[in-house]
């Protein structure tokens, strides 16, 4: 989650063998390479069925992840200072501590910011989704309160449940942005931590 800056401002934001032990009637219809095919292909579904199971749990959780946005729309002055305008980013989040939830996986926020110049703050609410290779989903929402404009960012986030093998996620956690250097102009880049709790019963 991240401020999506307004333009008119300036402020910074293993395998079978042959030597196996097949009757010999059989043999004649268990070729080796078949063997290993077929080997391959239970193992892979094991370790496919094993990975859906092995988000299940209930815990801490730490991810990082890294997103960028591009400025298409110019903010929306509403008073002397005063801007509101609108975040839409892409991320990619990764588990911090070796765990299969929440890595690898692309996030999309959609919400809205606002921002002080006078005053020299910032707040932001969004709602996101991420999406598994699997294509099942996680949903969240995310709190920003008034805070310094130019420090770290630190929200509030929720998991609001998800679908596929991430239906009845909840759990609170905290989200720290940093804004980077961008590599043109228009596009805000920044990196970002998401740490608290999870619930995900095996179903």
């Not at 991320?91 to 005053?119: K, P």
Request: glycine share 10%; hydrophobic share 40%.
């Amino acid at each position: 989650m991240i401020l999506i800056r307004p333009k008119c401002t300036g402020f910074p934001m293993a395998v079978l063998s042959s030597q196996c032990s097949i009757p010999w009637g059989a043999r004649r219809f268990f070729h080796p390479v078949s063997a290993t095919a077929l080997w391959v292909v239970i193992t892979l579904g094991f370790l496919q069925s094993a990975q859906a199971q092995s988000v299940s749990g209930e815990g801490p959780f730490a991810a990082n992840f890294v997103g960028y946005a591009d400025n298409e729309v110019e903010a929306l002055q509403i008073g002397p200072g005063r801007f509101v305008g609108l975040t839409n980013s892409i991320l990619t989040a990764m588990s911090a501590d070796n765990a299969d939830f929440l890595h690898n996986q692309t996030g999309r926020c959609l919400g809205t910011w606002s921002v002080d110049e006078n005053r020299k703050t910032f707040e932001q609410e969004v709602s996101c989704t991420y999406t598994d290779a699997d294509g099942d989903q996680i949903y969240e929402s995310a709190v920003f309160d008034e805070q310094p404009l130019d420090a770290q960012h630190v929200g509030t986030g929720r998991w609001l449940g998800g679908s596929g093998k991430y239906e009845g996620l909840s759990g609170v956690f905290e989200i720290r942005t940093r804004s980077l250097q961008s590599a043109r102009e228009g596009l805000v880049q920044y990196v970002g931590t998401k740490q608290g709790r999870f619930s995900l019963l095996a179903r």
